[in-house]
């Protein structure tokens, strides 16, 4: 018998900040490798020297003493090292240069957190945890140093003095939080009391503690959230949504939030910081990476997982787990059988992902701890319900001051104001709970007119996601807003813009078929979706695809699809389409137009396309496509049902399709599937037993030749 199959290896977990860590070096370890080791750590800490210590705004009087005592004890080391080049080391100082290594691998990660650009508020809060947890740890590296062996403390007369200075000054130490720290957390803290009641603080007060950690910019701000927002998710993927710190974050997240949105009047490109103290650039999303190669072929969204199957393909995991778990086993894109259920993480387009967010304060959130899956900003985006009264005090009077700009601010304002209200509409329902409260709706629709293309797009895309909010559809419906999102879809100044828009009418449509069928009333409404299927890219014929369906849950607007050229737009694409995922939402929506007779009409007079439609039927067999296998058999239902006899002549007639139709029967398709695909089957038996099938001289061009199939 063979053994098991090893289990896939787990994926690493990014450390969370100010946790440290550390590991224990080996027990068997030479003395030799353990100092040249401690060499390259207690050196890379030293490194930090004083011009550095700007990079920490926080505790700089504790790490400027950290660094000057990392300093001594590599010189002290060195010194060792020299000596052990004329005489071994002794095992017994095993011991304490382990713990010296273990103290001193806890004070890189302290420094590197503290240092760390976007971690500074978090820092600042926590001051007193780390410079208590600084403490702990220079008083490690005192102990170590008095663990070590006479012959190694005193390996020279350099060396036994620089070890009385390290202990000494190590055990000394009194690391604490600064005046200008604790006055600076104490300001926070007032700020915060003062959203829970609604007040908006003073601005000065607030640009206090930005300057104290060094945010002084709206992209600064954004890395800031962008940092907390994935500390957020790592705790929640831990189980650990009802911990205080989460409670805290969500509270400093939305401080930030009210800060790039009332203190910052224009949309920076890049850090504004000394040159000196300056991090390297991110780098940008190589000019070769097509936009399209950055969504999920599924949902069309940006990649937050990205992850690659055995086709070769690229999808969002949580989109591909989706759908296996929907009985599919077939590549998407491709339409081939998956060889295995296996998902590899694309860790370079993840990586070209997370450099172009990072220019826009934006980061990806970590990778799930259960399952792997991605955990799109977790509780964060799907709960109508902030963490704390702070973060929803906060979060209104942020959105407030972005509807004041919306309504009354100069065309740069208004630039930034729907850029502001589409990230926070895009990430979370509360604020889009927030945004419709505060009447946000009728200002971005006045200004789907704006001749400042940034504008429109960025309203469009607002709408889009408080669309997505019940009481937003409501709102746009009420307002009369949707003739002002058509009109987009045909005029829009960016074609980002027209797919938007598109997408918007599918959420409106959702609410109810009286929606869907108020829409269709409107005349220009049908027939530019149906403009956009025939000529427009595959985003937006995927969005109008998507938004007509919706509209055709009333029956009202069947006659108007058809009037529109619905069905001829819909053949066309569904015979020249080189992509599986367009040619199955072309025959979802002509099995929907095809259930009302006139609708199965207009589909039998398009040349060739019932024939198409078998061939569609046999391939989405062999591929397992559940949807398609649906959708084709639905639809030869309704045109037999409409068509009468002559069409159920013409099925019989089609190569390949009585065998489709038997193994989906038979093992191939779902219930509901297997009981269309069996009615299909008898009313074609039923047919020929009453009258046998013509001469093949007398076949029908359909057919797809001179064959002609008898059902016994």
Known sequence: MSSPPPPPPSKPKRRRLLSLPAVYPCEDIAPAPLLASLLSLAADVASRRAADVDAFPVLRCGVRKAVRLAGILLAFLEEVQDAAAAAALPSSAVLGLTELHVAMQKLRFLLADCARRGARLWVLVNA??????????????????????????EASVEAGELARVVSEQAWRAAVRPDGADERAARSVRSILDQFKDGVA???DDVRRVLRRVRVGSWSDCSEEIAFLESEICARLDAGDENSNDVLVMNSLMTFLVYCRVVLFDHIDASKSQPAAAAAPAPARCPEWIRPEALQCPITLDLMTDPVTVSTGQTYDRASITRWMKAGCRTCPVTGERLSTADLVPNTVLRGIIERMLLINGVTLPELSAAGGGGHRHGAVANTAVPFGPAAAG??????????????RGSTEERRKATSEARKLSKHSVFYRACLVDANAVPWLLCLLSSTDAAVQDNAVASLLNLSKHPAGRTA???VGGVGLVVDVINVGAKAE?????????????????????????????????????????????????????????????HGRAIAAG??????????????????????????RIAEQPSGAAAVLSQPG??????????????????????HSVSLLASLCRHGGAK?????????????????????????????????LLNEIHRHYEVAPPPPASSASSDAGGDRVVRVL
């Open 201 to 203: 603080p003073d601005a």
């Open 128 to 153: 007193g945890m780390v410079a208590s947890e600084l403490r702990l740890v220079l008083g490690s590296v005192a102990a170590a140093m008095d663990a070590l062996p006479r012959s190694v403390a």
């Open 609 to 630: 396309l019932v024939a198409r439609l078998a061939e569609a039927l046999a391939a989405s067999s062999a591929s397992s496509s559940r949807s398609a296998r649906d």
């Open 566 to 591: 619905a069905v001829s737009a819909l053949a066309a694409l569904l015979l020249s389409a080189d992509r599986d995922d367009l040619a199955g939402d072309s025959v979802a929506l002509l099995a």
């Open 394 to 407: 906060a979060a209104r009077l942020a959105v407030a001051h972005i509807v004041a700009q919306l309504s």
């Open 647 to 679: 069409v159920v002549a013409v099925l019989g007639r089609m190569p390949g399709l009585m065998a489709s139709l038997y193994s989906l029967v038979a093992d191939g398709g779902s219930p509901q599937t297997s009981k269309k695909a069996r009615a």
């Open 497 to 557: 813009a027209q797919h938007n828009a598109a997408a918007v009418l599918f959420y409106l449509s959702s609410n109810s078929p009286d929606s869907a069928e108020e829409i269709g009333r409107i005349p220009e409404a049908i027939p530019t979706l149906v403009q956009l299927i025939r000529d427009g890219a595959y985003r937006g014929r995927k969005n109008a695809m998507v938004s007509l369906y919706g509209l055709l849950q009333s029956a009202a607007n």
């Open 476 to 478: 746009i419906v009420e």
